[in-house]
């Protein structure tokens, strides 16, 4: 009768078009060939509309998820009656000619729901299940497999596969469990109704608004505050954070004036670390040179420690480790060294030698003299001596743009020099080249330069250069403080670890 099918949960699939829809069937007319289910779901979210009514063409599988018992209430519509147009538990409905689904018929005996006894009344009955109810029990298993991913059927899973049963088909009892321990879990884990479920999200964020937390930390330290007890700290205190090389330990006030001159400088210099460095005139610097020659620090001293200091910065300037390494022996560095006759150039011969011992090409542009200084003479000795080459003439020089120009070819006495052609040859083609250039020890007069440096390079303290001196760097030629004192400069060493530092202009 189709009174029997009223109250069962069932699951109809109407095609890509129409989704598939759960629910409670609550009428079922034989005549017009149309069952009806109330609180549908469509798709597993619940339907606005509390009834929806499904023709037998629309349908393409029916399948009966749970049955009432026979003690159930089936109050849930119109009381209609069909024959034989609802199929039975484990039976599908097959696609018709046209494409639509059709219902398919079973013999009422089969289709008709019967009294079984419970399952407190079976302790001691032995279960004996025909093949046929186990394939429909399997078929069952697996349709709720399917149903499981459903969204709104997911919590309601187990609860189902425990009930969709045939009335026909008696589940075998479990040893080892109570039927009244698993029911009761059951209820427990899966016996809420799917109504109650809320259909809104949980609102997190209003839920955080009623924690005040500043009230709560106020509370708290208000408490150690009161007994005594050490402060965990506040939200609004902020740890001291310090640098992994910055000493957390309080020390004495940091001086930045280290170095002071008899007279008042020109121009000040400043450090990467803060520390002032002031000029000096030349002076002073020549007579800071010649007292520290007359305690040991000889000319071929101070050449040799100008001659390291200057390749060194030269050998950053090229690139360092990432252009002078064994993967690019086919890119070697070319230098210009442009040198005079004078104690100046022989600082650049020096600093030509070292560079050429470090893999770089170095060419030394040196003019020809009768007679030469015995400290270029010396120099020209050892560099004779490496791959370096040697040139007298500017058209021996390279036609295209070098590395790197080292300029030595001014000199603070002897300014007669900026007049002779050479001087002037060598000048042209240094501004026509376009390579960066390097000047060691440049003079003060901007007059006295004949070619605009990118970088200087001061010896022991640096003088009041101008602009066209480029960026200052200071190297270390071993000078001692005493020597310092011997000519009135309050002197401490601003070079920290490093030999050769970048100076800043205040």
Not at 375 to 386: A, G, R, W
Not at 478 to 506: A, D, M, R, W
Request: proline share 7%.
């Amino acid at each position: 009768m189709a009174t029997d099918w009223l109250g069962s949960i069932v699951s109809i699939n109407c095609g890509e078009s129409l989704g598939v829809y759960q629910g409670r069937v609550s009428a079922v007319d034989q005549v017009s060939q149309t069952i009806s289910l109330t609180r549908p779901f469509h798709n597993g979210v619940k339907c606005l509309v509390p009834e929806v009514t499904f023709r037998a063409g629309d349908i393409t599988e029916l399948k009966i998820l749970e049955i009432p018992g026979p003690g159930d209430s089936r109050q849930c519509g119109d009381s209609q009656q069909m024959d034989t147009a609802v199929p039975g538990v484990g039976c599908q409905v097959g696609p018709s000619q046209n494409g639509t689904g059709k219902v398919l018929k079973k013999p009422m005996s089969s289709s008709a729901p019967q009294n079984i006894p419970r399952r407190t009344d079976m302790k001691s009955q032995d279960i004996v299940i025909s093949p046929q109810q186990q394939c429909s029990k399997s078929y069952m298993d697996r349709h709720m497999e399917t149903l499981s991913q459903s969204k709104g059927f997911r919590r309601r899973h187990n609860s189902w596969s425990s009930s969709s049963r045939h009335p026909n088909q008696v589940t075998p009892k479990k040893s080892g469990l109570k039927n009244g321990q698993m029911k009761s879990k059951d209820d427990e884990c899966f016996g809420d109704d799917i109504d109650e479920i809320p259909d809104t999200d949980f609102d997190f964020e209003g839920n955080l608004a009623l924690f005040d937390k500043a009230a709560v930390f106020e509370e708290i330290e208000t408490y150690e505050r009161r007994s005594g007890t050490r402060s965990r700290g506040t939200p609004n205190e902020k740890p001291a954070r310090y640098r992994h090389d910055e000493n957390i330990l309080e020390s004495e006030p940091i001086v930045y004036r280290r170095i002071v001159v008899p007279q008042n400088p020109n121009k000040e210099f400043c450090t990467d670390s803060g520390l002032v460095v002031p000029s000096v005139s030349y002076e002073l610097h020549k007579k800071l040179l010649a007292v520290a020659e007359k305690h040991g620090l000889t000319l071929e001293r101070r050449l040799e420690m100008t001659g390291v200091c200057a390749s060194q910065m030269a050998l950053s300037l090229l690139g360092g480790p990432n252009r002078l390494n064994p993967k690019n022996v086919h890119q070697r560095p070319t230098v210009a060294l442009l040198c005079g006759p004078h104690v100046k150039g022989a600082q650049g011969i020096s600093c030509g030698r070292h560079l050429s011992n470090h893999d770089v090409h170095v060419i030394l542009f040196l003019p020809n003299f009768v007679k030469m200084l015995e400290s270029i003479t010396n120099e020209l000795n050892l560099f004779s001596k490496t791959q370096g080459q040697q040139v007298s003439s500017v058209k021996d020089l390279p036609d295209t743009p070098v590395d790197l120009v080292i300029n030595c070819l001014d000199c603070h006495e002897n300014a007669f020099l900026r007049d002779q052609p050479w001087y002037k040859a060598v000048v042209d083609w240094a501004n026509q080249n376009r390579a960066p250039v390097l000047s060691i020890d440049p003079p003060i007069s901007e007059m006295e330069l004949g070619i605009d440096a990118k970088w200087s390079l001061a010896l022991g303290l640096p003088l009041p250069l101008g602009e066209r001196a480029g960026r200052v760097y200071l190297c270390d030629i071993g000078i001692p403080q005493k020597v310092f004192q011997e000519v009135g400069i309050n002197y401490h060493s601003p070079f920290g670890c490093k030999f050769v530092i970048p100076l800043h202009s205040t």
